[in-house]
């Protein structure tokens, strides 16, 4: 019997092929071609960290449990027939792909065994749309987008914007039903009751045409009572998909299982792709989720970057902290770690201009001096590195990694 990875070494196009874990399994030379990637650079690694694949309208399509490994774990095929995806010299090429699913007793022989292959073609021939699960895909983190399957939905060009606003409250809401008047105070402050309540029965009423257009049952928006609630079986949504990773590898760093708990906190990282409905900056209704998931998010930092120390990796740890300092420079706690990583790195000179760089930033944006135990710390290594240099001591220890890596990308993660 032929094995998959024999499939994707015998196929004339672009293919590779992934387990249950969306792992890489096989990659042969075309997909290298493509995408720039050699075999032993993309095997083993997951499959939407290599791809990177957007839709057209820029929704991301390659992300942890998406569409495709949804379909790929109940033996169904899953075809995209206009995307982008990024090559490793970061030029974007427009593409398509379909997928073989393998057979579900030849998947259960080890973990690891492949279960599905995928072809990627560039962009320019029609492909055969199978069926794929109908889901609304919600993201909320950073532009607010939607997508439907293989489709971004183009909510920019809805006639009724306050549709889009609805249904960011409704996504607000997680699956609560929200009264009428509610709604209706949000979208209409200044309307009376009864006028209010007629152009809420016109928006919803549009909502759910553009929604079933792209696909979705009518009663995605159900009436309950006076109420309106969105139905959560029938979503997916970014914001919900981070705080369960984030949770799920926290508890796993606290069972010591710190690679696994790494890989889970990198595909949380992966969907936090700006602050929650970063473009409703003023609305009060979304400003304490926003201030919530932001906590979250820092948090998932500080546990990422002890991970990252924990397996000796300290230039990731620093580069982490730098990340998380771009977001709030207020959080010295990261500004510590990072000096602490830089100096058992060797590289004091490195730490000796963050503490400089921060303590400016500090100054010039937020009035304020770095704290004492900031002040401390940087004393009590700048110590450490002078007695060590005296003596001809190296105060970096026996590791392997990318050190560069850590200086001159003080952006925030994206």
């Known amino acids: 019997m032929v094995d998959a990875r024999d499939l994707v070494d015998l196929a004339s196009d672009a293919a590779f092929a992934v387990d249950g874990d969306s792992r890489i399994v096989a990659w042969n030379s075309r997909a290298d071609d493509l995408l ?55 030029q974007w090429i427009s593409a398509m792909f379909g997928t073989l699913v393998m057979p579900r007793e030849a998947e259960a022989r080890s973990k690891s065994a492949p279960a599905a292959i995928v072809f990627l073609h560039k962009a320019g021939m029609a492909a055969r749309q199978p069926r794929v699960s109908r889901t609304l895909r919600i993201f909320t983190l950073g532009r607010f987008s939607l997508a439907v399957g293989q489709h971004g939905l183009a909510i920019e060009t809805w006639r009724r914007r306050q549709a889009v606003t609805l249904l960011k409250y409704l996504v607000a809401f997680q699956g609560r039903s929200v009264r009428r008047e509610r709604l209706c105070d949000c979208l209409w402050p200044e309307a009376d009751e009864a006028q209010a309540w007629g152009r809420l029965k016109v928006t919803v009423s549009f909502l759910r045409r553009q929604l ?21 079986d029938l979503v997916w949504v970014d914001a919900v998909e981070f705080e369960k990773l984030v949770s799920e590898a926290a508890a796993t760093a606290r069972e010591g299982r710190t690679e696994e708990a790494l890989l889970l906190f990198e ?16 609305a009060d209704w979304c400003a304490e989720e926003r201030q919530r998931l932001r906590e979250i998010y820092l948090e998932m930092l500080a546990g990422m970057a ?109």
């Open 267 to 282: 595909d949380a990282q992966r969907l936090y792709r700006g602050d929650y409905l970063e473009e409703d900056l003023y």
């Open 212 to 232: 079933r257009a792209a696909g979705m049952p009518k009663d995605i928006v159900e009436t309950v009572d006076k109420s309106y609630v969105l139905r959560r």
């Open 306 to 414: 002890d991970c990252y120390a924990a397996c000796g990796r300290l230039a990731e740890a620093a580069q982490v902290c730098h990340t998380a300092l771009c977001c709030d420079p207020c959080r010295e706690s990261f500004l510590r770690s990072v000096l602490r990583h830089l100096v058992d790195l060797g590289r004091p000179d490195w730490a000796e201009a963050d503490y400089r760089h921060w303590r400016r930033v500090i100054a010039e944006n937020i009035g304020g001096e770095l704290t004492a135990e900031t002040e401390q710390l940087h004393q009590e290594l700048i110590e450490k590195a002078n007695a060590a240099a005296s003596n001809g001591e190296s105060t970096q220890p026996a590791r392997s990694g990318a050190v560069a890596s850590t200086r001159g990308d003080h952006r925030r993660h994206e």
């Open 36 to 90: 720039g990637y050699a075999p032993s650079e993309a095997i083993g690694r997951r499959c939407y960290d290599v791809i990177q694949a957007i839709l057209p309208s820029g929704e991301p399509l390659c992300a942890p449990n998406c569409e495709g490994a949804k379909c790929f774990q109940h033996g169904q095929p899953f075809a995209v027939p206009a995307c982008r995806l990024r090559r490793k010299d970061g």
